[in-house]
């Protein structure tokens, strides 16, 4: 099942957020519409973008089921790929999608496989047009891949797993569909450019689950963190690692709300203090673990926060976040723009989003410090992994041991780093790419980042 979220936009529309509610879509009337996302909104087939978005599920839905029966047989020891019977069903409020298993459906912006009719059914009244049209036809096509995921753990007869494993595996096949669609091997969609597969990363931020949901719930489908990174694992290594995920070999870091006082207040810290904090710790992080990486200590950083049109004399700044924040090499600091960055990231997204703007000057003056480039591609994707070194260091420590993630931070730096890095030009590096080095910092730690 897909579940989804509203989001928010910032910085020129360049940034989508994740915003706290329930799973609603809204239906449009008063509200304006969003523009294009950077990148437009690709082509289905050559097709105009303007495409009726019912005609883009049904063309997706047949290109999904010319992936699976070449791909199926790979992880089925053979057998041979058997469509879904039960057919495909659009519904609306007027017109209810069919029962699934003996149970009548009630109306939500929602998309599901019903395995007791071996059946796929999703919302043409809201949930699609509203992707369609905020994202364009590839993140269509990506939930339908995975409403396709979920048929094939039932053909594959692999179910009986934790909901949050089965909901990233369909993910993971989604991602391996996403991968021939790249490959220039899909029937309907052609051409997609590392712009419109950063907007369909984005509008997975709709799909994850509210901040604090304990993995074991029976609902949980992950957060956008584990939810992107199961979409990565299909595009990077195929359907056959996505087949073989279980509960035992799938890293899931969603967690709950450790007390009520948290949960009140999201996880954020007060703006200054999640400043302050976040500056120190990353601060301490460096002195630690610099030694490591070059053998030299670490010198002390300065942070300066400055007031919009007022930023610090610097010749060469190295910038982040379209020149609103930068490190200085030659007066050897960082800065950021606080009212129009700062303080935006931390109200339209989180604390953890100031954490990643830290995270990521304080990456550049290290890359700057270890004699290495920011500018280039894989240059950026060092800083992205070094940020992401850091933000493990707070998953994993003691929580004794000073500030810690909580829920949702994770997903909050997923979103900052789509307002830094979507793609512009082939040089550069995607928020497809620099979320992936994220994760590898994330979930191996400085090592991992060479």
């Known amino acids: 099942m897909i579940a989804q979220r509203l989001v928010r936009g ?57 992936f699976w029966s070449a791909a199926y047989p790979r992880v089925a ?3 041979a790929f058997t469509p879904i019977k039960g057919g495909y069903h659009p519904y609306t409020r007027s017109d209810p999608a069919p029962a699934c298993g003996g149970q009548a459906a009630q109306y939500q912006p929602n998309a599901f496989y019903c395995p007791a009719g071996d059946f796929i059914a999703w919302d043409a009244e809201t949930l699609i047009p509203q992707l369609y049209s905020d994202f364009g036809p590839l993140l269509v096509g990506f939930v339908m891949a995975h409403e396709y995921g979920h048929a094939i753990q039932s ?25 021939d669609v790249l490959a220039g091997r899909s029937t309907a969609f052609t051409s997609v450019t590392p712009a419109q597969l950063d907007n369909t990363v984005a509008g997975m931020l709709l799909l994850r689950d ?52 948290e949960a009140a207040r999201g996880g954020d810290l007060p703006y200054a ?13 460096w002195a630690r673990v610099f030694p490591q990486l070059t053998g030299r200590p670490w010198e002390p950083l300065g942070v300066q926060p400055f007031e919009s049109g007022s930023a610090p004399s610097c010749p060469a700044p190295d910038s982040s976040a379209g020149g609103a924040a930068f490190y200085c090499p ?23 989003a100031v954490g990643m703007l830290l995270g990521d000057l304080f990456a550049r003056a290290v890359q700057d410090r270890r004699g290495a480039r920011t500018q280039d591609r894989a240059g950026q994707l060092a800083v992205d992994c070094f940020a992401g070194a850091w933000t493990n260091d707070l998953l994993t420590r003691d929580p004794a041991s000073g500030i810690r993630l909580s829920p949702g931070d994770l997903d909050e730096a997923v979103a900052a780093l789509l307002a830094f890095g979507r793609a512009g030009s082939e040089q550069e ?22």
């Open 330 to 352: 030659d007066g050897d600091f960082v800065a950021f723009d606080d009212q129009q960055l700062g303080q935006q990231l931390y109200q339209r997204i989180g604390d953890n």
């Open 10 to 66: 910032l910085l020129a529309g360049v940034l989508v957020a994740a915003a706290s509610g329930c799973v609603v879509v809204s239906s449009g009337g008063t509200e304006p519409r969003r523009p294009v996302p950077p990148g437009g909104l690709g082509r289905m087939n050559n097709a105009s973008a303007d495409a009726v978005p019912g005609d883009v599920v049904t063309g997706a839905l047949r290109d999904v089921e010319r």
């Open 155 to 179: 053909r594959l007869g692999v179910t009986e797993q934790p909901t949050v494993v089965l909901e990233q595996q369909a993910d993971c096949f989604a991602g391996a569909w996403t991968a």
């Open 210 to 261: 509210e901040p604090g949901t304990a993995a074991q719930n029976p609902q949980a489908h992950g957060n956008a963190f584990d939810r992107i990174r199961a979409m990565q694992d299909g595009v990077e290594k195929g359907v056959s690692l996505c087949a073989g995920y279980r509960a035992d070999n799938v890293p899931v870091t969603e967690v709950p709300f450790t007390t009520q006082e």
């Open 273 to 285: 203090e999640a400043v302050d904090s976040l500056s120190k710790d990353v601060q301490a992080y």
């Open 77 to 79: 020891g053979g057998a």
């Open 429 to 450: 590096a995607s928020a497809f790419d620099r979320i992936g080095a994220y994760r590898g910092g994330v979930l191996k730690g400085l090592p991992s980042c060479g």
